[in-house]
């Protein structure tokens, strides 16, 4: 099979959907690469490194989506790619298409075989290649939540930790998953005062075995996240429905109540996000105040960590673009149930029924469409 990594072009995003070490692998399994130049540069691999793995340069996006019959991308494609995609050819990239219309009608027009990382599962139903970015974004709400509380950012001008004599910060946490548990021990080891809100006990009973009484833990109920954040200094939404939109947990009037200089990241933005009052922003323009709150809702928050994003997201990504690439979409789909769970789109036909809810289209099952295109 013929694999094609493009350099990625959102607002600064600097990761790259297989570094050289991938590559390889698949050259071993006697697999073709092609990337385009500058592919790594941000993350520091030259083409030559590239090319010492055994994959061939190209000199443009349009080289590398003609040629390929599998395109392994980081984030969405962008407008300008989305018109480049031909029908059968393989998308494996992160979509989050429950809130994106425009980029669902394009990928339906395509009559590409869209695969979503976000939504590939495990034998335990977990999210595999979403948990290592979930992990860096949980880690970073903490850093861009602190910085933002900066005066020069327009916060209150309080530090995350306190210092001997002045409490800390107020950190509340709407979420308990990946995300949400990554940000609490940040924030934590910060020593912020942190409290985590999650409606799944079990997970609330294991961070409560893990922070030994260094956070507060409560059952997430509307009326439990009114009390707690008009007492916040910095709110992180850490909320997940795979594949679907993101609930807006937060309204506009929790926000009107919030202390003025105050803070909220919303780490699900790219599903829409869960303040009512959020909407994405790049690294460029990062944040904006609402209501005289200062809102971070940065649609690619790993990518400013882009090395860091990169290693961790090949480690978990490189065994199933193998398994595609060795097997073909259509077998490696049928076999691996958990692959088949990221499959959003399938020549125009839509197989995840949250997007599919999300905008009202018709759904049809994975396992059907594939033996319709059969």
Avoid: W
């Avoid at 439990?224 to 709110?235: G, M, N, S, T």
């Avoid at 958990?338 to 995840?352: D, E, F, P, S, Y």
């Amino acid at each position: 099979m013929i694999i094609g990594v493009p350099k990625e072009i959102k607002n600064h995003e600097y990761r790259v959907g297989m570094i050289p070490a991938s590559v390889r692998e698949l050259t071993l399994h006697g697999h073709q690469v092609i990337v385009e130049t500058e592919a790594g540069s941000g993350i520091g691999f030259s083409d030559d490194d590239y090319i010492a793995a055994g994959a061939s340069i190209v000199p443009n996006a349009a080289n590398v989506y003609s040629q390929a019959e599998m395109l392994v991308k980081v984030k969405e494609p962008q407008a300008t790619e989305r018109a480049m995609l031909k029908e059968g050819q393989i998308l494996f990239a992160y979509l989050h298409l429950a809130p994106d219309f425009p980029q669902t009608e394009a990928l339906i027009k395509s009559n590409a075989v869209c695969i979503a990382y976000e939504t590939v599962t495990d034998s335990m139903g977990r999210l595999p290649l979403l948990a290592p970015m979930s992990e860096v974004a949980g880690r970073m709400s903490i850093q861009a939540g602190a910085r933002m509380l900066e005066k020069s950012h327009k916060g209150m001008g309080i530090l995350l930790g306190g210092v001997p004599g002045v409490a800390p910060a107020n950190v509340l946490i709407l979420g308990g998953g990946v995300v949400g548990a990554s940000a609490a021990r940040i924030a934590i080891g910060l020593r912020a005062n942190v409290t985590l809100l999650d409606r799944n006990l079990e997970t609330l009973r294991k961070l409560d075995e893990e922070f030994q009484g260094r956070a507060t833990l409560l059952y997430s109920t509307a009326d439990v996240i009114e009390q707690q954040i008009i007492h916040a200094d910095l709110v992180i939404g850490a909320v997940l429905i795979p594949g679907a939109s993101a609930p807006k947990l937060v309204n506009e009037q929790h926000i009107k109540r919030m202390k003025p200089g105050s803070v909220v990241v919303d780490v699900a933005i790219d599903q829409g996000g869960c303040f009512a009052t959020s909407h994405p922003t790049t690294h460029d323009q990062p944040s904006y105040v609402v209501h005289d709150v200062v809102h971070y809702c940065v649609a690619n928050m790993p990518g400013a960590v882009a090395r860091t994003s990169t290693f961790a997201l090949n480690n978990a990504t490189l065994p199933y673009i193998v398994k595609l690439a060795n097997l073909g979409y259509q077998r490696a789909l049928l076999e691996d149930k958990g692959l088949l769970a990221g499959l959003n789109i399938l020549k125009g036909q839509v197989t995840c029924k949250e997007v599919a809810d999300s905008f009202n289209l018709p759904y049809i099952n994975a396992i059907e469409a594939l033996k319709s295109t059969h």
